[in-house]
């Protein structure tokens, strides 16, 4: 009963910006944490950043400085602004959410993916 809705991939170019929205709805009575992934085609997926409910974030290394994980407590979104974009960014990136139900029963959700590609 809960549904992650991932917005905002599509095609840029070098050094442009994309911001990614994912929204959960559903049975949900909090949200511990919020995180993006990433997945290229012969790799395995990645870690891009994360944020806790105290607004705790983690970045990888290779987005550092560049990305940006926010999140609005209100509408259960989190969002990724992505600046200074590289080819080497191209890839599905995935929505992740730690949350808790009504009844307080931990669960773990995936978004489909959004596509993000950049290339001249």
């Known amino acids: 009963q809960v549904q992650l809705v991932e917005s905002g991939g599509g095609l840029v170019q070098p050094g442009g910006s994309l911001r990614l929205s994912c929204a959960a709805s559903?049975?949900?009575?909090?949200?511990?944490?919020m995180a993006w992934y990433r997945q290229s085609p012969g790799k395995q997926r990645e870690l891009v950043a994360s944020?806790?409910?105290?607004?705790?974030?983690f970045y990888a290394d290779s987005v550092k400085g560049r990305f940006t994980i926010s999140r609005d407590n209100a509408k259960n979104t989190v969002y990724l602004q992505m600046n200074s974009l590289k080819p080497e960014d191209t890839a599905v990136y995935y929505c992740?959410?730690?949350?808790?139900?009504?009844?307080?029963?931990?669960?773990?959700?995936w978004g489909q993916g959004t596509q993000v590609t950049v290339s001249a």
């Open positions: 944020i806790n409910s105290g607004s705790s974030t």
């Open positions: 559903g049975n949900i009575f909090s949200i511990a944490a």
């Open positions: 992740y959410t730690l949350h808790r139900d009504s009844l307080l029963i931990p669960m773990a959700y």
